[in-house]
């Protein structure tokens, strides 16, 4: 089992950027791909990014080119930058690890392990 802590959440106002942070400890070794995922008020959880070890990476159509996903395999860090936010990008945000590469393609395992979440608010 992988232990993840995000951080990083905050409000800030549209156009704004915001860097979340993802620490995973445990079994870190057996992780092939982490992701970040969100859950938008009364919506369902949504793929975001995710990226290999190898540092190949995939995003939500949503937000190519406005975000960025980063991962630091010998700190066991993964990191979301967000630029240019907007309201539509409020929500919860979850990192996972999981062994499964389908997790690149925003389908997690049932074995993926998810962090606590972080909320961004994005308002003017």
């Known amino acids: 089992q992988v232990q993840l802590v995000e951080s990083g959440g905050d409000w800030v106002q549209p156009g704004g950027s915001l860097r979340l942070s993802c620490s995973a400890t445990?079994?870190?070794?057996?992780?092939?791909?982490m992701g970040w995922y969100r859950q938008p008020p009364g919506k369902q959880r949504e793929f975001v990014a995710a990226?290999?070890?190898?540092?190949?990476?995939n995003y939500a159509s949503s937000v190519k080119g406005r975000f960025t996903i980063h991962r630091d395999t010998t700190k066991n860090m993964a990191y979301l930058q967000m630029n240019n936010l907007r309201s539509e990008d409020t929500a919860v945000y979850y990192c996972?690890?999981?062994?499964?590469?389908?997790?690149?393609?925003?389908?997690?395992?049932?074995?993926?392990?998810w962090g606590q979440g972080t909320q961004v608010t994005v308002s003017s």
């Open positions: 990226i290999t070890n190898e540092g190949a990476a």
């Open positions: 996972n690890a999981d062994r499964s590469i389908n997790n690149l393609y925003g389908r997690p395992s049932e074995n993926a392990d």
């Open positions: 445990g079994r870190s070794f057996s992780i092939a791909v």
